[in-house]
């Protein structure tokens, strides 16, 4: 399998054969289908007989145009053994909903149907993403195997359950599972690095209910996390978004709304051998707050500022050998400019955008950027979709090896 980075598509055409086995969550079967082949992934489905009874194959074969394995008697080319041929040509077996019953016999195989038959014989990555009862998932047997074949399991979420009672047990959001083989078969060349991800605007309250803002969305601070993520970084998005643009991933998430509380978090976060990539787009001034709310009706009111100490330049005097890339936005493209910026904060890189540029730039899908450092020349990305343009910021970062040490 040749799989060539792309965010966007980013399984390519990958070929994923999905095992569904006889549990309820077997329902969401279409949803788990649609979200791999949104990222390019060709899916086929492998069926046990109680997964049959739960998703038909007359269903699986409708949402993946190919066709569906449920015994060793399926269909095929003449002289051919469909079940093998399947696991001879797929590169990832994701086996979703996993029953209790398929997890156990990760330490116990058989080869007493065609499932476990193709199982047995796939050569490739295998992902199990279970759904069961709380009970099931933990007891102990369950919790040893879980622990044993961790890199192979998704973890099931918490949640109302199909028998009445909540818990974990619950089978992962399809969106999840579609990540989690993305980040199985994407190369980690940011493993063991530690990064934190600032995104989206501050809030810096005026009264009780009032407060003064910009027009960032986040997605584009959510984007570069994400594919930190799946390139096999520590990811922390610190963001002060309101929404998400992105499906849920490998990285953890702390919401902020101020630029004090940015600042209160991140410093808490960074340490010496971690990285720092300030997307957010963070307030340069902030009301002197009241303590009341204002009453209506005024019909001249006058608002007094206050500098806002800038993030960075602080975070640089604390934190003085960690890399720092941070972002420019200006109205008139203006590289040299942002190289200023670059010097007077003691950054490492910055990523310069022109906010003028026709659906781009705040709260837009798309963007296009200039990467600078001091000493190289500025590498210019055209017009990418967000998630494509962080894709690029990270090989950049790697090329120029603005990495902090690993762990």
């Known amino acids: 399998?040749?799989?060539?980075?792309?965010?966007?598509?980013?399984?390519?055409?990958?070929?994923?054969?999905?095992?569904?086995?006889?549990?309820?969550?077997?329902?969401?079967?279409?949803?788990?289908?649609?979200?791999?082949?949104?990222?390019?992934?060709?899916?086929?489905?492998?069926?046990?007989?109680?997964?049959?009874?739960?998703?038909?194959?007359?269903?699986?074969?409708?949402?993946?145009?190919?066709?569906?394995?449920?015994?060793?008697?399926?269909?095929?080319?003449?002289?051919?053994?469909?079940?093998l041929d399947a696991a001879r040509k797929a590169d990832i077996l994701l086996v979703a909903p996993a029953t209790l019953n398929r997890l156990l016999q990760l330490d116990n195989p058989d080869a007493a149907d065609s499932f476990n038959t193709v199982v047995n014989a796939f050569e490739g990555p295998v992902l199990y993403a279970p759904a069961m009862n709380s009970r099931m998932w933990k007891s102990e047997r369950c919790q040893e195997i879980a622990l044993q074949y961790s890199e192979q399991i998704i973890p099931p979420a918490e949640g109302p359950l199909a028998c009445g009672e909540s818990g974990p047990g619950r089978l992962a959001d399809p969106e999840l599972i579609a990540e989690a083989v993305v980040e199985k078969l994407w190369p980690s060349p940011l493993a063991q690095t530690r990064w934190i991800v600032s995104a989206g605007p501050t809030r810096e309250r005026w009264d009780k209910i009032r407060y003064i803002t910009n027009k960032s969305s986040g997605r584009m601070g959510e984007a570069i996390a994400r594919v930190g993520a799946l390139l096999g970084a520590d990811v922390t998005l610190v963001t002060g978004a309101e929404r998400s643009f992105y499906p849920p991933g490998f990285y953890k998430k702390t919401k902020i709304d101020s630029a004090r509380n940015l600042l209160e978090v991140t410093e808490e976060k960074l340490n010496s051998r971690s990285g720092y990539i300030s997307a957010a787009a963070v307030a340069d001034y902030r009301p002197r707050p009241r303590e009341d709310k204002i009453p209506a009706g005024n019909e001249k009111l006058k608002i007094e500022l206050e500098?806002?100490?800038?993030?960075?330049?602080?975070?640089?005097?604390?934190?003085?050998?960690?890399?720092?890339?941070?972002?420019?936005?200006?109205?008139?493209?203006?590289?040299?400019?942002?190289?200023?910026?670059?010097?007077?904060?003691?950054?490492?890189?910055?990523?310069?955008?022109?906010?003028?540029?026709?659906?781009?730039?705040?709260?837009?899908?798309?963007?296009?950027?200039?990467?600078?450092?001091?000493?190289?020349?500025?590498?210019?990305?055209?017009?990418?979709?967000?998630?494509?343009?962080?894709?690029?910021?990270?090989?950049?970062?790697?090329e120029e090896n603005i990495l902090p040490e690993g762990d």
């Not at 269909?75 to 469909?82: D, F, H, K, Q, R």
């Not at 001091?374 to 690029?392: D, I, W």
């Open 307 to 398: 500098k806002i100490p800038d993030i960075l330049s602080r975070l640089r005097r604390k934190f003085k050998n960690i890399p720092l890339i941070g972002f420019s936005a200006d109205e008139q493209k203006n590289i040299e400019k942002a190289r200023d910026k670059l010097e007077e904060k003691g950054l490492d890189a910055i990523v310069y955008n022109f906010i003028n540029q026709r659906e781009g730039g705040f709260a837009a899908r798309y963007n296009e950027a200039t990467f600078i450092t001091a000493g190289s020349k500025p590498f210019e990305t055209g017009r990418l979709e967000k998630n494509e343009l962080a894709l690029q910021l990270w090989l950049w970062l790697l």
């Open 1 to 83: 399998m040749e799989l060539v980075l792309n965010a966007t598509r980013p399984l390519g055409d990958v070929r994923i054969l999905l095992g569904v086995t006889g549990s309820i969550a077997a329902c969401k079967v279409d949803r788990i289908v649609k979200s791999l082949r949104c990222r390019g992934g060709r899916v086929q489905v492998l069926l046990t007989e109680n997964g049959a009874r739960f998703c038909p194959p007359e269903t699986a074969g409708a949402l993946t145009d190919l066709p569906v394995i449920s015994s060793i008697w399926t269909g095929g080319e003449p002289g051919g053994m469909v079940h």
